[in-house]
């Protein structure tokens, strides 16, 4: 089975408010035992799903051949990881690509070609294939509909969610220019709706025939701008629920402001609460695994993007799926712009604080994120 770790999301709040691939070396990833701290995720919840024919896009996009047969849970070894890499494109055309020239039609699909049949592989020999299980509202609660263009778009919180609402809400229709459209606006707002809102056949039409797109992020990366956007600047709702708690169950003699406001939490604490089997508050979306969020070996993408290639792989998507030629996905930082962006740089920086043991366990958190989508590991300590 494809283990997620730490599933204790029923209580996990809904609420939402208002550079280039980090790599500090190079490495093969070597053996992971079972996640200790993970719970068995074979519960449906809500109406069941069943089993989905192969997808047939509107978009004549690369894709991918899963395989059906259930595969049960292998651990991952050095070997098995070699083994896979040797025989898969993907290290040739996705290692690292902001440093090349990616532009043609030609190269950005054999980038998805790779990205695909990476990922095929990693779900048939270390997760689940289609077809092992049924899909249930849950596992399409972050998919995001756009029914003029026939889009799915599985929403990864700190991957350009905002600018992808924008971009789905002028396809849809309900507005004339994406840079008209206001955070609070995309994300509290009903100008989108997710799959789970539709019957059982509207789910099934849809997976069945739309072109369905997920972006990816380095995960480290993703981590520290979540902590940033939520810690680090103003904000009442994750200050309150997530500050206080995390500051009155980790920091040594609080001060009663510290734990009135919940504000200041430090990026250490921020690590202790989230590798904590016994949370003070449940799970968030902004640093809940991708692969929990969008389950990519259940559900099978038509197009994968990384937020390393945002830009080509954007402008990709957007001709093959016949949208206006004058619509790019925007660029601009609406929530603390004055904040320099999150980098790897920056990301170094934040883990520098941690010791090798939190760094470790942060590591095997979201090692699942770090083999679907081909990152490679992100200190040469990690094992």
């Known amino acids: 089975m494809l283990w997620q770790c730490c599933k204790d999301l029923l209580d996990t709040p809904q609420h939402q408010g208002p550079g280039g691939k980090l790599l ?4 093969q990833l070597v053996k992971k035992e079972h996640c200790p701290r993970c719970l068995d995720d074979t519960q449906a919840s809500g109406p069941v799903v069943s089993r989905f024919p192969s997808p047939v896009p509107p978009a004549k996009l690369p894709q991918r051949n899963p395989q059906s047969s259930a595969v049960n ?44 049949n990476f990922m095929n592989k990693v779900c048939a020999k270390y997760g689940e294939s289609a077809g092992t299980r049924p899909i249930t509202r849950q596992h399409v609660s972050r998919i995001f509909v756009e029914d ?16 992808w609402k924008r971009v789905l809400t002028v396809l849809q229709g309900n507005a004339s220019s994406p840079d008209k ?3 609070e606006e995309l994300h509290f707002g009903k100008h989108l709706k997710r799959l789970d809102s539709f019957n059982y056949k509207g789910i099934i039409y849809r997976l069945e025939t739309y072109t369905k797109v997920l972006f990816s992020r380095e995960p480290f990366e993703r981590l520290v701008s979540a902590f940033r956007d939520k810690f680090e600047n103003p904000n009442s709702y994750y200050h309150s629920v997530f500050g206080k708690r995390i500051i009155s169950r980790y920091r040594k003699n609080p001060s009663r402001q510290a734990l009135r406001t919940g504000a200041g939490v430090t990026f250490k604490e921020f690590i202790q609460y989230l590798l904590d089997v016994h949370r003070p508050v449940g799970m968030d979306i902004h640093w ?40 790019t996905l925007p660029s601009f930082k609406d929530r603390n712009p004055k904040a320099a962006r999150t980098s790897s740089q920056i990301t170094h920086k934040y883990f520098m604080q941690l010791s090798l043991k939190e760094r470790q366990r942060t590591y095997d958190f ?18």
């Open 148 to 163: 003029v263009h026939k889009l799915l778009y599985c929403e990864v919180p700190k991957v350009g969610c905002s600018n």
């Open 24 to 27: 500090y070396s190079s490495g």
């Open 73 to 116: 849970h292998i651990d991952i070894t050095k070997n098995h990881y070699k083994l896979l890499n040797s025989s898969s494109p993907l290290q040739q055309h996705d290692g690292d690509l902001a440093g090349y020239n990616i532009n043609t039609t030609d190269q950005l699909s054999q980038v998805q070609h790779a990205r695909q």
């Open 366 to 383: 979201y090692f699942m994120d770090y083999l679907l989508f081909n990152y490679s590991k992100p200190f040469e300590d990690l094992y």
């Open 288 to 327: 809940q695994l991708a692969a929990q969020l969008c389950s990519p070996c259940l559900i099978h993408y038509d197009f994968i993007g990384k937020f390393e290639t945002m830009e080509e792989d954007a402008n990709f998507l957007l001709r093959h799926i016949g949208a206006p030629t004058n619509l």
């Open 181 to 183: 459209l206001k955070h």
